[in-house]
């Protein structure tokens, strides 16, 4: 997502099918372990279940959120950046990626993990609980359209379910009026739009979309607030592209009183923290406009 542009990459050739209870995930590669009434890839579920057991045995759990969702981010430092890992053939289902990421499943990752800790659920069914909930409208899966393509939607239906709070406004703001539309503008770029039904649920979701006040702020003015960005709050940076809210997605981490980015750039290939501090960043990109910011709820309290 770090491309205005969605350029389509070879697909990983994984086929899922997905239950509303149970998640039953058939993937064909490396070698199948049983789960009730799920399989995953082994190396998947491993570092699931690495990562959730740590949380429980260095006592993550007790970390306040935002740092637990930098803890679970930083986890994935160096792994290899791969565009478009939810474009799958197929019907719509949970794509389990713990292997590669592009900008969005690292963020979605990192706070299903978090989550799943806080809850000290100790299961590969419960992690793909909390990834559903976060990655689709209401948490459920209904098709291509249901799962939240425009990164200001993913916000706002994940304040809605209490996943996170939407902090954008209260850090001064501005309103973005533009129209969302670059998925139905851009249709020969995405594989699933060639469906008439699909295309028609885009167009729809998008049409919904005008009704939803969306702020950000401008990146001439994000210095000054860095200071109340917190340890893993989601960064989403607003782009300049027509019909388009958002361009890329991070993890704010904040390193000897710089506030960074923790990202996953398809400059550089792997899951890296920024250099320079997150207004530098965005400075250092011309079609970058400014952040919108959330901050992860605890599903605890």
Not at 143 to 158: C, M
Not at 290 to 295: L, P
Request: proline letters at 3%.
């Amino acid at each position: 997502m770090n491309r205005p542009s969605p350029s389509r990459r070879e697909f990983l050739r994984r086929a899922a099918s997905y239950a509303a209870i149970a998640f039953p995930l058939f993937l064909r590669q490396n070698r199948a372990v049983a789960l009730p009434q799920s399989t995953l890839f082994s190396t998947d579920e491993t570092i699931i279940l690495k990562l959730l057991g740590r949380g429980n045995d260095e006592e993550l759990f007790r970390l306040p959120m935002g740092e637990l969702v930098a803890e679970m981010g930083r986890s994935f430092l160096e792994r290899a950046y791969q565009a478009n890992t939810l474009e799958e053939r197929g019907d719509e289902h949970l794509v389990v990626n713990m292997r590669v990421f592009d900008c969005v499943t690292l963020c979605e990752t990192s706070l299903a993990l978090a989550r799943s800790v806080k809850l000290r659920a100790g299961s590969t069914a419960g992690y793909c609980a909390q990834l559903r909930l976060i990655r689709y409208r209401s948490g459920v899966i209904n098709g291509y359209a249901s799962r939240l393509h425009y990164f200001s939607e993913w916000i706002a239906d994940n304040e809605r379910k209490k996943v996170l709070r939407n902090i954008t406004k209260e850090l001064g703001g501005r309103r973005d009026r533009r129209s969302l539309n670059f998925m139905s503008s851009h249709r020969q770029a995405y594989p699933h739009l060639a469906s008439d039904g699909d295309f028609a649920a885009i167009v729809a979701t998008e049409k919904g979309l005008l009704a939803t006040q969306r702020y950000f702020v401008p990146k001439e003015k994000v210095e000054g607030v860095l200071g109340r960005i917190q340890n893993g709050d989601i960064i989403a940076i607003t782009t300049s592209v027509g019909g388009l809210d958002v361009s890329h997605t991070g993890i704010a981490v904040r390193e000897g009183g710089t506030t960074r980015l923790l990202h996953a750039p398809d400059q550089g290939q792997q899951v890296q923290i920024s250099r320079g501090s997150l207004s530098e960043y965005l400075n250092a990109h011309e079609k970058q406009t400014g952040i919108m910011v959330a901050r992860s709820l605890d599903p605890a309290a």
